[in-house]
């Protein structure tokens, strides 16, 4: 089977793209990536020579190029995103560029060219923020918060159409918040992890008692394999760690895997339209034979001790 995946070259594709070069040998897969400050190369440095492994850097909004791919593959994986809630709140455009029309042009190849099947990536952040007691299902209504959840959910709304519309084999997940290996230096753990071993402020958004539902990526990448496989074309899987953590338990945590004194942990004005909780019921992936294997706190102290031991590869994400 020959899968183009785009956004490859960021965090959870390039560790999407090792799993399955490893998992299948049969498999070959066409890298799409636009090489924007989040994505990098280096992530894939130890397949970038593997036979079955090609790099493509282009943008998914590039309609020939995408069209050109689309005919050389059997299914296409979509992770290509603008990601950082902050930087969607400075320029909701370039979100909504990438996050909407760019998710429509690949639609139009796979239905243009029959592509066998269309796994496109998204996010619970769609769902707004939960209250305490409740997590959200997969009908549950859309009411995304942010411009980045804002254009994640118009990915999947434009995805629902072209299913319902022309029967374009489409399949959308919603997972939780990733954690683990190449996550770029500003998500909440790799950014604390870094600032800490340089003896900077851990700054905490309001009173660090938003909660996220943590996934660790090797988890969210089994799921996704086993949704592209197993899934039902037009319906939506949620993908989360089932691990609700307040953010400054992470941080608690943080401090103490690194060994620094907790004064450095700064509480700072909140995000703008911060949303208190998200919380996910994956059954529906489940039922497929999916499950979470990684317990959070070894998997967390793991993830902080990459990054203690891969300076050189954040340093030169920053610098850049
Ligand atoms: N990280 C999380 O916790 C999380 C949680 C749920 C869903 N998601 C979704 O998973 C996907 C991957 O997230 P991530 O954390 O790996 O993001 P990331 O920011 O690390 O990587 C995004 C990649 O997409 C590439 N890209 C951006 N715009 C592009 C374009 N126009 N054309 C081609 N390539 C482009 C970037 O260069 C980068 O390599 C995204 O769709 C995101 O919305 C992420």
Redesign the pocket.
Known sequence: MKLLV?????????NFIRHMLGKYPGYEIVN?????????LENLRDVENDPRYEFVQ????DAGLIDDLARRVDGII???????VDRSIEDPQSFV???VL?TQNILEAVKKHGVGRFLH?????VYGSIPVGRSSVETDPIEPNSP?SAS?AGGDMICRAYYHTYGTPVIVT??????GPY??PE?LIPRLTTNAIDGKPLPVYGDGLNVRDWIYVMD?CEGLDVVFHKGDAGEVYNIGGGNEVANIDIVRQIVADTGVSDSLITYVEDRLGHDRRYSLDSNKARALGWTPRHDFASALSETIHWYKDNEAWWRSCLSK
């Open positions: 785009t956004g490859g070259a960021g965090f959870i594709g390039s799409l990536d636009k090489l924007t400050y989040a994505g990098n282009g943008d998914i909004c979509n992770f290509a995103a603008e990601s950082h560029i990438t996050d760019g990536i998204s996010t619970d952040e980045y994640k919603r997972s939780s918040n990733n954690f996550q770029y998500k969210n």
